[in-house]
């Protein structure tokens, strides 16, 4: 080991020559770089894919029961991410639906139909409940084989 072994080096930078010390290094300018160099946290153009969640107690809603007592409703149509492939309940070891697409859950009435795809939210700021929501797409059916779609 050298005699400098021990003693700690400081930089020194600019003119006149400075010491750094832990308020000021210097200026972080690199050639060609306004604010120096880039340092990306995420991968750009690349859609971070967003995984199924259980559900919380706010999902549920308070609902009447057929003996005239309440329940608490889980959601329908079911909490299930769409933009991924459809993977097992958690805890399963193998799915007890075996099919490679999501379950499409029409609600209906009479000639109207709503086709509702639920998203899953990459930041819910507020309650728990904005965390899922996706586009509702209204059909109605004429008869003979037209509909008409509308958002």
């Known amino acids: 080991l050298g005699p400098a072994a021990g003693v700690r080096a400081f930089a020194v930078f600019g003119f006149p020559p400075q010491r750094a010390t832990k308020k000021y290094s210097g200026i972080h300018c690199h050639p060609g770089k306004a604010f120096g160099y ?9 859609v971070k894919r967003l995984p199924n969640v259980r559900l919380r107690p706010c999902d549920y809603k308070l609902g009447p029961s057929t003996d005239g007592q309440y329940y608490l409703r889980p959601p329908y149509p079911p909490h299930s991410n769409r933009t991924i492939e459809v993977l097992q309940p958690w805890g399963a070891k193998k799915n007890p639906w075996p099919t490679k697409e999501h379950k499409k859950y ?46």
């Open 38 to 46: 880039l340092h990306p946290r995420k991968r750009q153009g690349k």
């Open 106 to 151: 029409a609600m209906r009435w009479r000639n109207i139909e709503y086709a509702y795809e639920p998203r899953l939210m990459r930041k819910p700021h507020g309650h728990g409940s904005q965390r899922w929501t996706g586009p509702v797409t209204r059909i109605e059916h004429h008869g003979k084989g037209k509909s008409t779609a509308s958002l």
